[in-house]
C-alpha cells in the first residue's frame, strides 16, 4: 500500500563552509549547478513525485534564499521556517519546522544533493515501501561505490528486512545515505529544545527497531564542495 506524502521539508539553512568561497556571497542551495540553484534540483524532483506543500528552513543569507523561493512558480504551496535568530541543525531544524508540515509519513530533503531516479521515482518508490507500523523512517541509500562525490566509510548496513544499523568504529559499511528520507512526527516525540542533529533521533529509532532504509536505483551525487560542482554537470549532461 503506498502511503500519501502530503508535505516536505527541504533543509537549507546550513553556512556552506565546505562549499567556499562560493558561499561567500550566496547560501549554498543557491550555487548552481547544471544550470540551476542546487535547491531547484530538489525542489523539481519534490514537484514530479505530486507534493502538494513544501517547507524550507533558512539561517545564512536567508533574505537572498526567501527572495529566490518567492520567484518560484510550482504545483505546491511553499512555507519558510525562518532559523535566522539560532542555527538549529537538522534535528532542531524539523522540530522547529512541525508545525507548518503536514501529514505522515513527511518527506526531509537536503538541498545539496542531486540525484536521478532508477527504473521508478524514488519518492514514489519511498511511499510505497512505507509502513508506519514498523517504522520511524525510512532512509534513501545508496551503496558506497555508487555514490559520486562521497568520501568517508559508508554510514549503514542493512540486514534483508531493510533494517539499519550503525557502521561499527574502525570498520566500513556498504551504505551511504542519500539526504533523502521518510519520517513520521513520532520520531520527533521527546526530542531536546534547541540545536541538535538527526543522528539522535535515527540512534533511538535503531534501539527501537524502527529505522529502515530503501536502496537508491539511480545516480546520486554529493555536490558539497566546488571541486565536486564540474564532475557532477559532466556525469549529468550524460543522461
Not at 65 to 69: D, G, T, V
Not at 87 to 90: G, I, S, V
Not at 182 to 202: E, H, K, M, Q, Y
Given at each position: 500500500m503506498t502511503a500519501t506524502i502530503e508535505s516536505a521539508m527541504v533543509m537549507a539553512a546550513g553556512i556552506g563552509k565546505r562549499m567556499r568561497p562560493l558561499t561567500a556571497t550566496r547560501p549554498k542551495p543557491l550555487v548552481r549547478v547544471a544550470g540551476k540553484p542546487l535547491i531547484d534540483h530538489s525542489l523539481d524532483r519534490i514537484e514530479a513525485a505530486?507534493?502538494?506543500h513544501v517547507v524550507v528552513n533558512v539561517h545564512y543569507l536567508a533574505d537572498a534564499?526567501?527572495?529566490?523561493?518567492a520567484k518560484q512558480k510550482r504545483s505546491f504551496t511553499l512555507a519558510v521556517s525562518d532559523e535566522r535568530g539560532e542555527?538549529?541543525?537538522?534535528g532542531g531544524g524539523m522540530v522547529k519546522a512541525l508545525p507548518l508540515l503536514k501529514g505522515d509519513p513527511i518527506l526531509i530533503v537536503n538541498s545539496d544533493n542531486i540525484w536521478t531516479d532508477?527504473?521508478?521515482d524514488s519518492i514514489r518508490n519511498l511511499a510505497r515501501h512505507w509502513d508506519g507500523d514498523r517504522m520511524d523512517a525510512l532512509l534513501l541509500v545508496i551503496r558506497q561505490a555508487s555514490a559520486t562525490g562521497h568520501g568517508g566509510k559508508g554510514d549503514f548496513h542493512m540486514d534483508?528486512?531493510?533494517k539499519l544499523s550503525r557502521r561499527k568504529p574502525g570498520r566500513v559499511a556498504p551504505f551511504v545515505y542519500t539526504g533523502i528520507q521518510?519520517?513520521?512526527?513520532?520520531?520527533?516525540?521527546?526530542?531536546?529544545?534547541?540545536?541538535?542533529?538527526?543522528?539522535?533521533?535515527?540512534d533511538r529509532a535503531i534501539a527501537a527497531g524502527r529505522l529502515y532504509g530503501l536502496s537508491h536505483m539511480g545516480q546520486w551525487f554529493d555536490v558539497g564542495t566546488p571541486a565536486s560542482i564540474a564532475p557532477t554537470e559532466a556525469a549529468l549532461s550524460e543522461v
Open positions: 505530486g507534493i502538494g534564499l526567501e527572495a529566490h523561493l542555527l538549529l541543525e537538522t532508477g527504473p521508478q534483508p528486512s531493510g521518510l519520517i513520521s512526527p513520532r520520531l520527533l516525540v521527546g526530542a531536546p529544545d534547541g540545536p541538535f542533529s538527526t543522528n539522535l533521533l535515527w
